[in-house]
């Protein structure tokens, strides 16, 4: 008699996390033991942002559930409201899909509105990055939130994996895998930068950088001021091209918006303001950059595998493991425009080439699907207490 496949439920709510995910969606459609459910909600369903969602489906996926969750806001409430309303909609859809399993990547607001749904409905998790710090975003509570409601653990780094462990997750549901956003470097066909440029439609001729800036949703960091220290940094390296892309859905995100359009329209030759670049694009454009500047998670886990510096802006990646070739800066003018300065050296891009990044080489996804195959889960899980006297 064949025995059932197993039905993994992956959730994507960005385009960050989308790209992140790309590889491990494939092996588990291709993997006849397993049936893919893709469940996308948050910003990929949004003008606003781009409307990602199209870019699965070119993409070749079936998306099996879409809900809508975002508010036309840009406030705390709003995204409060928004995970509300997930809620609502993972209720129903999960409902629909009963999967054995729930795939969840990272700390996004409306990822813990569907690992909140999934528990409550006693659906296994499988969360990827737990463990990791970020001091400058509410997305730090988040994570360790997801962490507890998860069974299986997929981390980036041994230090993340023994963090998760801290927190009270059994050593044996707990593995060190890498981060999966290097896949790619192993696996995917980047452009060249003559074909970027032509797909961008967007001229590269000059050295370029490549520049995301998220507001920070803890701390003293007001979105437009540092935006705007950031893109007057920018105005005295006249000699580098510019692409731009657009900030995520948290609160302060649409703020961000006019005045990266604003900069990108008086200067079209210079500067190009993209929704989102997608994992191809984004990689291949990495590949090529003078630098990658501001203050997403990727300058610090994906980008050293590069060989590229990273100018990481302010508090939001504070506390995060960062390879040498990442400079941290304070979120103003004449800091940033220091950091700049250090990382377009040929002295400091050597050395970037050189250093080896703590998040692995790749091979992620592989070790993912094992751990979905092998582990027989069970309705309830209990506390692992590390002993404080031998720190096991």
Same mark, same amino acid.
């Given at each position: 008699?064949?025995?059932?496949?197993?039905?993994?439920?992956?959730?994507?709510?960005?385009?960050?996390?989308?790209?992140?995910?790309?590889?491990?969606?494939?092996?588990?459609?291709?993997?006849?033991?397993?049936?893919?459910?893709?469940?996308? #909600?948050?910003?990929?369903?949004?003008?606003?942002?781009?409307?990602?969602?199209?870019?699965?489906?070119?993409?070749?996926?079936?998306?099996? =559930?879409?809900?809508?969750?975002?508010?036309? $806001?840009?406030?705390?409430?709003?995204?409060?409201?928004?995970?509300?309303?997930?809620?609502?909609?993972?209720?129903?859809?999960? +409902?629909?899909?009963?999967?054995?399993?729930? /795939?969840?990547?990272?700390?996004?607001?409306?990822?813990?509105?569907?690992?909140?749904?999934?528990?409550?409905?006693?659906?296994?998790?499988?969360?990827?990055?737990?463990?990791?710090?970020?001091?400058?975003?509410?997305?730090?509570?988040?994570?360790?939130?997801?962490? %507890?409601?998860?069974? *299986?653990?997929?981390?980036?780094?041994?230090? &993340?994996?023994?963090?998760?462990?801290?927190?009270?997750?059994?050593?044996?549901?707990?593995?060190?895998?890498?981060?999966?956003?290097?896949?790619?470097?192993?696996?995917?066909?980047?452009?060249?930068?003559?074909?970027?440029?032509?797909?961008? +439609?967007?001229?590269?001729?000059?050295?370029?950088?490549?520049?995301?800036?998220?507001?920070?949703?803890?701390?003293?960091?007001?979105?437009?001021?540092?935006?705007?220290?950031?893109?007057?940094? *920018?105005?005295? &390296?006249?000699?580098?091209?510019?692409?731009?892309?657009?900030?995520?859905?948290?609160?302060?995100?649409?703020?961000?918006?006019?005045?990266?359009?604003?900069?990108?329209?008086?200067?079209?030759?210079?500067?190009?303001?993209?929704?989102?670049?997608?994992?191809?694009?984004?990689?291949?454009? /990495?590949?090529?950059? #003078?630098?990658?500047?501001?203050? $997403? $998670?990727?300058?610090?886990?994906?980008?050293?595998?590069?060989?590229?510096?990273?100018?990481?802006?302010?508090?939001?990646?504070?506390?995060?493991?960062?390879?040498?070739?990442?400079?941290?800066?304070?979120?103003?003018?004449?800091?940033?425009?220091?950091?700049?300065?250090?990382?377009?050296?040929?002295?400091?891009? =050597?050395?970037?080439?050189?250093?080896? +990044?703590?998040?692995? %080489?790749?091979?992620?996804?592989?070790?993912?699907?094992?751990?979905?195959? #092998?582990? $027989?889960? =069970?309705?309830?899980?209990?506390?692992?207490?590390?002993?404080?006297?031998?720190?096991?």
């Amino acid at each position: 008699m064949t025995a059932e496949k197993k039905k993994v439920a992956v959730f994507t709510g960005t385009r960050a996390e989308y790209g992140l995910l790309y590889w491990l969606l494939k092996d588990i459609e291709a993997d006849p033991d397993l049936v893919l459910q893709l469940l996308v #909600s948050g910003m990929h369903l949004s003008p606003e942002f781009g409307e990602t969602y199209q870019q699965i489906e070119k993409d070749g996926f079936h998306i099996d =559930e879409k809900i809508e969750i975002l508010l036309s $806001s840009d406030t705390a409430v709003g995204v409060a409201k928004s995970m509300g309303l997930g809620v609502l909609g993972f209720a129903d859809a999960l +409902n629909r899909l009963q999967p054995d399993l729930l /795939v969840i990547l990272g700390d996004r607001f409306e990822a813990l509105a569907a690992a909140q749904t999934a528990a409550i409905m006693r659906i296994p998790i499988l969360h990827l990055h737990g463990g990791e710090i970020t001091e400058g975003a509410y997305d730090d509570a988040i994570r360790h939130a997801i962490t %507890k409601f998860s069974y *299986l653990h997929a981390t980036s780094t041994e230090e &993340y994996r023994q963090r998760v462990i801290q927190l009270g997750e059994s050593p044996e549901r707990v593995r060190n895998v890498g981060a999966i956003g290097l896949d790619h470097l192993k696996r995917a066909t980047l452009m060249t930068k003559n074909e970027l440029a032509e797909n961008l +439609n967007f001229s590269l001729e000059k050295p370029y950088f490549i520049v995301t800036y998220h507001p920070v949703t803890l701390g003293e960091e007001a979105p437009e001021a540092s935006f705007e220290a950031l893109l007057k940094a *920018l105005d005295q &390296y006249p000699e580098h091209q510019i692409i731009l892309t657009y900030p995520n859905a948290d609160d302060g995100g649409r703020r961000i918006i006019p005045l990266l359009e604003q900069y990108a329209a008086r200067q079209p030759e210079r500067v190009l303001a993209i929704p989102s670049l997608g994992q191809m694009r984004y990689l291949s454009a /990495v590949k090529y950059a #003078s630098a990658v500047i501001g203050n $997403s $998670s990727s300058g610090i886990i994906e980008v050293p595998s590069f060989g590229v510096p990273t100018v990481d802006i302010g508090v939001r990646q504070k506390g995060r493991l960062a390879a040498d070739s990442v400079i941290h800066t304070a979120a103003d003018e004449v800091s940033i425009h220091r950091a700049i300065q250090t990382a377009i050296t040929h002295a400091y891009k =050597e050395s970037s080439a050189e250093i080896e +990044n703590p998040y692995g %080489k790749g091979n992620t996804s592989a070790q993912v699907i094992e751990m979905i195959k #092998s582990i $027989s889960f =069970e309705k309830c899980k209990t506390f692992f207490d590390v002993s404080f006297e031998t720190g096991k």
